[in-house]
């Protein structure tokens, strides 16, 4: 067989070809690279975003906000202390973008003014808390990416 323009250019083009099938069928069956997405019904949380962000302008109306720390005990959450903890409700919610097995929901039963999300639940690294809660028929939201 003579090796010519013409035969290299195929050969070019089969192994560029190879190539990028390689890495679609690696991409595609690779665990390493499976991707989930936030929530499974997307489009459906697009149109209540809206609520959201009343949420979120309600809770930027207080003086003093959700703030969280990290103690031995787990990820301590302490309501603004001006509110009596007596009469907030709602959930609270971590996300864990990593991997979707870890992520959990709470709700918010208050006997203090804070909430004490056991160390033995959370892994170390990113996660994203969203607290979504009631206080007298106003509905707040305090969403945060952490780094436990």
Do not use: C
């Amino acid at each position: 067989m003579k090796f010519n323009w013409g035969t290299g250019i195929v050969l070019a083009f089969i192994g560029f070809i190879s190539f990028i099938l390689y890495f679609i069928i690696t991409m595609n069956v690779n665990e390493d690279f499976d991707h989930e997405l936030v929530t499974e019904d997307y489009y459906a949380e697009e149109l209540a975003y809206q609520k959201d962000i009343d949420k979120l302008n309600n809770a930027k109306t207080l003086k003093e906000n959700i703030s969280y720390k990290r103690t031995e005990n787990g990820l301590l959450i302490k309501f603004p202390s001006s509110l009596d903890y007596n009469n907030i409700t709602g959930n609270v919610f971590l996300y864990r973008p990593s991997n979707k097995q870890l992520d959990f929901e709470t709700p918010i039963s208050l006997s203090n003014p804070y909430l004490l999300i056991p160390d033995k639940r959370l892994v170390d690294g990113r996660w994203n808390i969203k607290i979504d809660w009631q206080y007298k028929g106003k509905s707040y939201l305090f969403k945060e990416p952490i780094i436990y």
